[in-house]
């Protein structure tokens, strides 16, 4: 009984005494105040910082208002002590916590209004290259008229009340 209690004791010692590694990143933006989602989900305006669990790529998507969407694919490379082997004791055996930062900068660009004449001429070529391709005629389709449909009348009676 004595040598399970001493087991059981140093059991529940080792168990206390686990360290972890803990991961996180920050993520800065110029100008500062873009939503960033990682891979889908939303984390918030920056700066903002997050856990990650895994070493390896990360999809990261950031906007702004008046500023061109940014994509990132961001690779998070293992440390030294997360290598096969090394990552049971840095994970399991030393005492206390590491902690693994990581910080990510990223600039937006303006987003540059698009020039009518260079719309239009896309728009042209567009157009040409469907009638090339048997789309139609080359003249624009003019809107056909409204038409009315019939409402059918109410019989007295029915309907709200006057005021």
């Not at 004595?2 to 206390?16: D, E, F, G, P, S």
Request: proline share 12%; glycine share 8%.
């Amino acid at each position: 009984m004595k040598h399970r209690v001493r087991l059981l004791a140093i059991a529940v010692c080792a168990a206390a005494l686990t360290s972890c590694v803990e991961r996180r990143y920050v993520v800065y933006t110029d100008p500062p105040g873009a939503m960033v989602l990682r891979d889908g989900q939303t984390l918030g305006a920056t700066p903002v910082d997050d856990h990650f669990v895994y070493y390896g790529k990360y999809k990261f998507t950031i906007f702004a208002d008046g500023y061109e969407t940014l994509q990132v694919q961001q690779n998070i490379e293992p440390p030294w002590y997360e290598y096969v082997g090394l990552d049971f004791i840095s994970e399991n055996l030393i005492p206390w916590t590491i902690r693994d930062r990581r910080v990510f900068q990223y600039h937006l660009e303006p987003r540059r209004l698009p020039n009518p004449k260079e719309l239009l001429d896309q728009a042209q070529n567009l157009r040409n290259r469907g009638i090339s391709l048997g789309g139609g005629s080359a003249q624009p389709v003019a809107p056909s008229a409204p038409t009315t449909v019939p409402v059918p009348a109410v019989p007295p009676g029915v309907g709200p009340p006057p005021p």
